[in-house]
């Protein structure tokens, strides 16, 4: 990310950024309030992804590497999975980046959906907060806006 900490839709995150683009703040459930991630422990990272059940596709954009990702509205974890043809959600771009699952503090994880675990938390089961494609081992995703910060 650039030295600004502005994002590629005009939103200020220096105060949730350090100057090496890592979290400066606990990264919180937004339900209970519950720690996911301590301080220092992600990395913020813009990309424009599409997530198809099957597949993961990675765009690069720009120099920015924008991530965009559709993920089901927040609730709880018996309530993710639906049998209707939609489903509401929001598509987002600013994601914490974390390289390891054992990382996180409290964090749970969802059946496979097609090729995809959504990230929820582990105490109140809200979510989904993120996510992982099973295609890549080392990458796991928080959406900026799925949580709050302390």
Same mark, same amino acid.
């Given at each position: 990310m650039e030295n600004s900490q502005q994002s590629t839709d005009g939103t200020d995150r220096s105060d949730l950024v350090s100057a090496d683009g890592k979290n400066i703040?606990?990264?919180?459930? +937004?339900?209970? #309030? =519950?720690?996911?991630?301590? /301080?220092? !422990?992600?990395?913020?990272? *813009?990309? *424009?992804? @599409?997530l198809s059940p099957f597949k993961c596709f990675y765009v690069i954009r720009d120099s =920015?590497? =924008?991530? +965009?990702?559709?993920?089901? =509205? !927040?609730?709880k974890k018996s309530g993710l999975s639906t049998t *209707?043809?939609?489903? %509401?959600? %929001?598509?987002?771009t600013a994601h914490w980046l974390v390289d390891d699952m054992y990382t996180f503090e409290n964090v749970g994880?969802? @059946?496979d959906v097609g090729r995809i675990k959504y990230l929820i938390?582990? %105490?109140?089961?809200? #979510? /989904?907060?993120?996510?992982?494609?099973l295609d890549d081992k080392k990458s796991f995703y928080v959406a900026v806006e799925r949580v709050n910060y302390a």
């Open positions: 703040k606990s990264v919180l459930c +937004q339900r209970c #309030g =519950s720690k996911v991630l301590c /301080p220092g !422990m992600a990395t913020l990272e *813009e990309k *424009e992804v @599409n =920015s590497f =924008s991530h +965009q990702l559709f993920l089901p =509205s !927040m609730r *209707e043809g939609s489903v %509401d959600g %929001d598509t987002l994880f969802t @059946n938390c582990a %105490d109140c089961e809200i #979510g /989904p907060i993120g996510w992982h494609c």
